[in-house]
């Protein structure tokens, strides 16, 4: 079935970068659009980054604007983030997921912090 796996997280400390992948499988991923979303200690689910499919389109949070990369390599069906100057506010569980659905991984945890 349709699958999503996130890896690439861990603990950075402010201005510190992480590229954060996320690998699919069980559907045709390069007919999707895809993106990543996150969720801070004790909040709601917040988007990040949009990459449509053929990745000609890209959109971002105001929060990371300027300093996360989204990416996509079909070849791999694999999904990228690079995160550039992180803050302590970015600490979250990252999840990539499909645009159109509900369809998520497991996320990886990215913490900020000196």
């Known amino acids: 079935q349709a699958q999503l796996v996130e890896s690439g997280g861990g603990l950075v400390q402010p201005g510190g970068s992480l590229r954060l992948s996320c690998s699919a499988s069980g559907f045709t991923f390069r007919a999707y659009d895809m993106s990543w979303v996150r969720q801070a200690p004790g909040k709601g689910l917040e988007w990040v980054s949009d990459?449509?499919?053929?990745?000609?389109?890209?959109a971002y949070a105001d929060s990371v604007k300027g300093r996360f990369t989204i990416s996509r390599d079909d070849a791999k069906n694999t999904l990228h983030l690079q995160m550039n100057s992180l803050k302590p506010e970015d600490t979250a569980v990252y999840y990539c997921?499909?645009?159109?659905?509900?369809?998520r991984g497991q996320g990886t945890q990215v913490t900020v912090s000196s």
């Open positions: 990459i449509s499919w053929g990745g000609g389109v890209t």
């Open positions: 997921k499909r645009r159109i659905d509900a369809l």
